[in-house]
């Protein structure tokens, strides 16, 4: 059974930094791209990055390019997130996702979520 | 950026209605789109993939159809579990996501 679990979130000051981790089982992590995506309060869905199955690809949108890292450890079977610089806007539900196509696919959708994990930043 | 719209951002809908959402893609896509369906404090659960193709596990009542720019989520018969927030998300380009669209009880 495909498991992705997320940790590491909290509260943090504004200007602070935080790191999410998402755990993966249930299937060949290393042979997979990886996303995170994040949800504010009340509000929609966004994509907030990539990262390809040997984590020399990675893409990130414009409200966190410059700020947020990507990474993935494949013989750990995790990814995670850097944050850095946090701003308010940036609290929402970080959820990690996996690719739904085996390699570095043109075209991924997402096929297994996370459960999510709540990062707050605010003084 | 591709910007995704969904209509209408609230639908009123009873047990056994026929339910039918709208997405529109700013620009060409294909049939790279795929739907979403979001129950409060639950992770999105995938419904459909390149625009038609239906996740497995996922009931025959939901189906997806277009291509380009016009995209359609149809319902045949809404059930009481159907009743959440659905979005529509493109990726041909990146990745986008409607506004959502939450059907909730007439």
């Known amino acids: 059974e495909v498991q992705l679990v997320e940790s590491g979130g909290g509260l943090v000051q504004p200007g602070g930094s935080l790191r999410v981790t998402c755990a993966a089982s249930?299937?060949?992590?290393?042979?997979?791209?990886m996303n995170w995506l994040r949800q504010a309060p009340g509000k929609g869905l966004e994509w907030v990055s990539y990262?390809?199955?040997?984590?020399?690809?990675?893409y990130y949108a414009e409200s966190v390019r410059g700020r947020f890292t990507i990474s993935r450890d494949n013989a750990k079977n995790s990814l995670y997130l850097h944050m850095n610089r946090l701003r308010v806007e940036d609290t929402a539900v970080y959820y990690c996702?996996?690719?739904?196509?085996?390699?570095?696919?043109?075209?991924?959708?997402?096929?297994?979520w996370g459960q999510g994990n709540l990062v707050t930043v605010s003084s | 950026d591709i910007q995704m719209t969904q209509s209408p951002s609230t639908l009123s809908a009873s047990v056994g209605d026929r339910v039918t959402i709208t997405c529109r893609a700013s620009?060409?896509?294909?049939?790279?789109l795929a739907w979403y369906q979001q129950k409060p404090g639950k992770a999105p659960k995938p419904l459909i993939f390149?625009?038609?193709s239906l996740e497995s596990g996922v009931p025959s009542r939901f189906s997806g159809s277009g291509s380009g720019t016009e995209f359609t989520l149809t319902i045949s018969s809404l059930q009481p579990d159907d009743f959440a927030t659905y979005y529509c998300?493109?990726?041909?380009?990146?990745?986008?996501f409607g506004q959502g669209t939450k059907v909730e009880i007439k």
């Open positions: 996702a996996r690719s739904n196509c085996v390699g570095d696919c043109q075209h991924p959708a997402f096929d297994f």
């Open positions: 249930g299937f060949s992590f290393h042979g997979y791209s």
């Open positions: 990262i390809s199955t040997g984590g020399d690809t990675t």
């Open positions: 620009q060409f896509i294909s049939t790279w």
């Open positions: 390149e625009a038609s």
């Open positions: 998300q493109q990726y041909h380009y990146y990745w986008t």
